[in-house]
């Protein structure tokens, strides 16, 4: 049963689940200021998941008319919530790029996401692209601390390795200056607000992209150098107590943060939100110079696992003991795309010796 109305405690022990936000619509038609407070709505009931009941942020749709941006802000906050996923799209019609979108959060996380800023806002900056691309120095077209809900993080832990997801949501559509000039949103999100030592080097890989992002905490750039095409790393930079972020919204941005290992690597996966929780017996064996491990996902699936930590001109991959190709990634990742071939697809990275 599900408990639509606003007075849950008094259906405790009714209703399993528990409806945590206003009905979503179909993609396109809804404003994206209703989304913003509708989401948020869903932040302050996710403490409520497996306690009160398994809540439901509303049905699931990410298919057309609307864009596959918003389309993965839906996925996203429906992942993340931890909850009931309820689909609403015709599925005879659904294109290939939103089936991607809706197995990606196929299965549920079964536990919900932590919205960290919920009552401690962090520092949310607007950038100029003039005045960084004439001065090439920092610049801010200005800052404020939004109300929470824009931050979530979710424990992982897949056997094999344990890592956070940061969920980060710019609600808004780019402000604009002098009529000409969009302006990127950069969080500044404080590394104890994600549980995270910035002592130690973690490894990020942002899921919707597939782009791994590198190392964090980074280094400076020469001379303080800063330029407005650094956005195109995602990671704007970081110091001993914040990482930064920067993209175009509305948008909702996916980081699997892990800490670094003294040996190769998975750092993600196209297959499901989770970034690796798909994965079972992921192993480095040094004296075999072999990353290895198992896909698990229905036959067909076409997507790819990414590693680093690895020279990838001496890199080359079987999967089900048959050759598979290998490509350079971002950051000098390594890229295997796979299509699975039965519940269980198994794979293996293979380095030469120097």
Same mark, same amino acid.
């Given at each position: 049963?599900?408990?639509?109305?606003?007075?849950?405690?008094?259906?405790?022990?009714?209703?399993?689940?528990?409806?945590?936000?206003?009905?979503?619509?179909?993609?396109?038609?809804?404003?994206?200021?209703?989304?913003?407070?509708?989401?948020?709505?869903?932040?302050?009931?996710?403490?409520?998941?497996?306690?009160?009941?398994?809540?439901?942020?509303?049905?699931?749709?990410?298919?057309?008319?609307?864009?596959?941006?918003?389309?993965?802000?839906?996925? $996203?906050?429906?992942?993340?919530?931890?909850?009931?996923?309820?689909?609403?799209?015709?599925?005879?019609?659904?294109?290939?790029?939103?089936?991607?979108?809706?197995?990606?959060?196929?299965?549920?996380?079964?536990?919900?996401?932590?919205?960290?800023?919920?009552?401690?806002?962090?520092?949310?900056?607007?950038?100029?692209?003039?005045?960084?691309?004439?001065?090439?120095?920092?610049? $801010?077209?200005?800052?404020?601390?939004?109300?929470?809900?824009?931050?979530?993080?979710?424990?992982?832990?897949?056997?094999?390795?344990?890592?956070?997801?940061?969920?980060?949501?710019?609600?808004?559509?780019?402000?604009?200056?002098?009529?000409?000039?969009?302006?990127?949103?950069?969080?500044?999100?404080?590394?104890?607000?994600?549980?995270?030592?910035?002592?130690?080097?973690?490894?990020?890989?942002?899921?919707?992209?597939?782009?791994?992002?590198?190392?964090?905490?980074?280094?400076?750039?020469?001379?303080?150098?800063?330029?407005?095409?650094?956005?195109?790393?995602?990671?704007?930079?970081?110091?001993?107590?914040?990482?930064?972020?920067?993209?175009?919204?509305?948008?909702?941005?996916?980081?699997?943060?892990?800490?670094?290992?003294?040996?190769?690597?998975?750092?993600?996966?196209?297959?499901?939100?989770?970034?690796?929780?798909?994965? %079972?017996?992921?192993?480095?064996?040094?004296?075999?110079?072999?990353?290895?491990?198992?896909?698990?996902?229905?036959?067909?699936?076409?997507?790819?696992?990414?590693?680093?930590?690895?020279? $990838? %001109?001496?890199? %080359?991959?079987?999967?089900?003991?048959?050759?598979?190709?290998?490509?350079?990634?971002?950051?000098?990742?390594?890229?295997?795309?796979?299509?699975?071939?039965?519940?269980?697809?198994?794979?293996?990275?293979?380095?030469?010796?120097?």
């Amino acid at each position: 049963m599900l408990n639509c109305n606003p007075y849950e405690p008094c259906g405790l022990g009714f209703s399993q689940l528990l409806y945590a936000c206003n009905d979503t619509g179909n993609t396109g038609y809804v404003t994206w200021s209703f989304m913003k407070e509708n989401f948020r709505s869903v932040a302050a009931h996710l403490w409520k998941n497996h306690r009160w009941g398994i809540i439901q942020p509303s049905c699931l749709c990410v298919g057309p008319p609307g864009t596959l941006e918003e389309a993965r802000i839906r996925a $996203t906050v429906a992942y993340l919530s931890g909850g009931e996923i309820d689909i609403g799209d015709d599925l005879t019609i659904l294109p290939e790029d939103r089936w991607q979108v809706l197995l990606s959060v196929l299965p549920p996380a079964g536990s919900s996401a932590k919205p960290v800023d919920l009552f401690e806002p962090v520092l949310i900056e607007q950038l100029p692209y003039e005045d960084i691309s004439r001065s090439g120095f920092e610049s $801010t077209a200005g800052s404020f601390r939004e109300d929470g809900g824009n931050i979530w993080v979710l424990q992982v832990d897949a056997g094999w390795d344990s890592w956070i997801l940061v969920g980060l949501f710019a609600w808004d559509p780019p402000r604009i200056k002098n009529g000409r000039e969009h302006q990127i949103t950069r969080f500044n999100i404080p590394w104890r607000l994600l549980g995270l030592n910035p002592d130690r080097k973690y490894w990020i890989y942002e899921f919707w992209s597939g782009q791994f992002l590198g190392e964090a905490p980074l280094t400076t750039r020469p001379a303080g150098y800063v330029h407005p095409g650094d956005a195109g790393k995602l990671l704007w930079g970081s110091t001993t107590d914040v990482l930064q972020v920067a993209f175009f919204g509305p948008a909702a941005k996916v980081l699997a943060i892990r800490e670094k290992k003294p040996h190769p690597w998975i750092v993600g996966t196209s297959f499901h939100m989770s970034s690796g929780g798909e994965l %079972r017996n992921v192993a480095w064996d040094r004296e075999e110079r072999v990353l290895k491990g198992v896909l698990q996902r229905p036959a067909g699936q076409l997507g790819f696992i990414v590693a680093t930590g690895l020279d $990838t %001109r001496l890199a %080359r991959a079987m999967v089900d003991e048959h050759p598979a190709p290998v490509h350079t990634g971002a950051n000098s990742s390594l890229v295997i795309p796979i299509i699975s071939k039965g519940e269980v697809t198994r794979w293996e990275i293979f380095l030469e010796k120097d």
